[in-house]
């Protein structure tokens, strides 16, 4: 979560398993976040990402933090 670079290299638990993502840095310089989640068990992760408030435990939290406009479907 600490590059300055713009793309970092990512390990994804499921298929496909590498994968490029926009760095936590690249996305806090965007004018808005929209966070698109699917289904109860992501809401429930969002959620304890909340309760928790630790950004390392759960890097979600970092954007938790700012304005983040969430988009859910069940």
């Known amino acids: 979560m600490s590059t300055q670079n713009l793309c970092i290299a990512t390990q994804a638990p499921v298929d ?20 698109h989640i ?3 068990a992501k809401l429930q992760v969002l959620e ?7 950004r390392n435990q759960m890097p979600i939290y970092t954007f938790i933090q700012q304005t983040l406009n969430i988009h859910w479907c069940p």
């Open 16 to 35: 496909p398993t590498q994968r490029m993502s926009l760095s936590a840095n690249a996305l806090m310089q965007a004018q808005h976040i929209h966070l």
């Open 38 to 40: 699917e289904g109860a």
């Open 48 to 54: 304890q990402a909340t309760a928790l408030q630790d």
